[in-house]
């Protein structure tokens, strides 16, 4: 939680974000390590700028998901747990359009034209409305069990703050009665680096990076050797920060 002799204003929210940043960059923080690996995976495999296209609309949606995966990874070092989870969610939906647009190019035209009018935007409404779950079935046919995890993880992401759930309150609330009955409400608006909130924010960002990016790359094409080994590596490291949190909170 921030505070500032009880300065609770806009811009005391931006310093104490800010400090969070700059302390983390000064740090060997693996979390920080891993975003960074993460990015340099999609810009090799995903966005390089040597890519041969295959479509310009597929691959905007593919450097789109890209910078909102940095801006879900900015506001998850700030220590701000709730913020990520909209901006997460957003990063995975649009690499799952990239995906199932992939294996279907004429989706390509109904998208782009999905403002032309409001018939086009109930096409649009259509053609997209399952495209989670069909980019699940993609992924599960690389490998069964990577289209089930996609999918939790898209699910926990409306209970953890891309929608206004209970959980995206309760667990960063705390209601303190005191001896005259009034009630106190706390609730945290960022965590402190060394705070166990802090680093489970930064692992969610890490996960859903590691998932939004595979997605990504299956709607490039078929996985080279390097990006599996990529991908393997990657999927080390982060349950590698899972032991870290399990050990440092046990």
């Not at 969070?20 to 979390?31: G, H, K, R």
């Not at 705390?174 to 680093?199: D, K, M, P, W």
Request: aromatic share 8%.
């Amino acid at each position: 939680m921030y505070g500032s002799n009880g300065d609770d204003s806009f811009r005391a929210y931006l310093t104490a974000g800010t400090e969070n940043i700059n302390e983390v960059l000064a740090s060997d923080s693996p979390f920080l390590s891993m975003m960074d690996d993460l990015d340099d995976f999609l810009r090799q495999h995903v966005c390089s700028s040597t890519y041969v296209q295959d479509n310009p609309i597929i691959h905007s949606m593919r450097i789109n998901a890209r910078f909102l995966l940095m801006t879900g990874f900015r506001v998850g070092l700030t220590g701000h747990s709730t913020g990520i989870f909209p901006i997460l969610r957003i990063a995975l939906e649009t690499a799952c359009y990239a995906l199932v647009m992939s294996k279907k190019e004429s989706l390509c035209e109904i998208w782009i034209n999905r403002n032309r009018s409001p018939e086009d935007t109930k096409t649009c409404k259509n053609a997209f409305s399952a495209a989670i779950k069909s980019a699940q079935r993609i992924v599960s046919e690389h490998q069964p069990e990577l289209g089930d995890w996609m999918y939790a993880l898209y699910e926990s992401t409306i209970d953890f703050g891309a929608h206004p759930n209970a959980k995206t309150v309760t667990l960063h609330t705390r209601f303190l009665e005191n001896e005259e009955g009034y009630i106190r409400i706390e609730n945290v608006g960022l965590y402190g680096v060394q705070n166990h909130g802090y680093l489970c924010t930064l692992l969610a960002c890490v996960e859903m990076g590691l998932v939004t990016a595979f997605v990504l790359a299956l709607s490039a094409g078929e996985l080279s050797d390097e990006a599996n080994q990529a991908l393997q590596g990657l999927n080390m490291q982060k349950e590698a920060l899972e032991d870290l949190i399990s050990k440092k909170f046990p």
